[in-house]
Nanobody
Framework: QVQLVESGGGLVQAGGSPRLSCAAS????????MGWFRQAPGKEREFVAC???????LYTDSVKGRFTISRDNVKSTVYLQMNSLKLEDTAVYYC??????????????????WGQGTQVTVSS
């Protein structure tokens, strides 16, 4: 049974730099593309970033230069370092895993597994 468990969310001031973590179990993590998505209140879920098994990364434009995705295959954990947070980054952040297909993927339907989400609230 695959489990993705996010942590690291919370209330953060604008400009802050929290780091989200997602611990994976039950899948061949080293062979999986891992991604982060987010969903703000009243909005659809959107792609944030992903990292392939070989370290290729992809980011949505709104977080380029501010967020960094990384992975630790020994710990089966993917991270999202978030810097220079803005009010519009407030959302529930979801970790996702993809066990097949192309190295990078930005659609939710491309992912096989999902975490329960962690809330990030940015305050002014």
């Amino acid at each position: 049974q695959v489990q993705l468990v996010e942590s690291g969310g919370g209330l953060v001031q604008a400009g802050g730099s929290p780091r989200l973590s997602c611990a994976a179990s039950g899948l061949t993590f080293s062979r999986s593309t891992m991604g982060w998505f987010r969903q703000a209140p009243g909005k659809e879920r959107e792609f944030v970033a992903c990292v392939s098994r070989t370290g290729i990364t992809l980011y949505t434009d709104s977080v380029k230069g501010r967020f960094t995705i990384s992975r630790d295959n020994v710990k089966s954990t993917v991270y999202l370092q978030m810097n220079s947070l803005k009010l519009e980054d407030t959302a529930v952040y979801y970790c996702a895993g993809r066990a097949r297909g192309s190295p990078v993927a930005a659609r939710g339907s491309d992912y096989d597994y999902w975490g329960q989400g962690t809330q990030v609230t940015v305050s002014s």
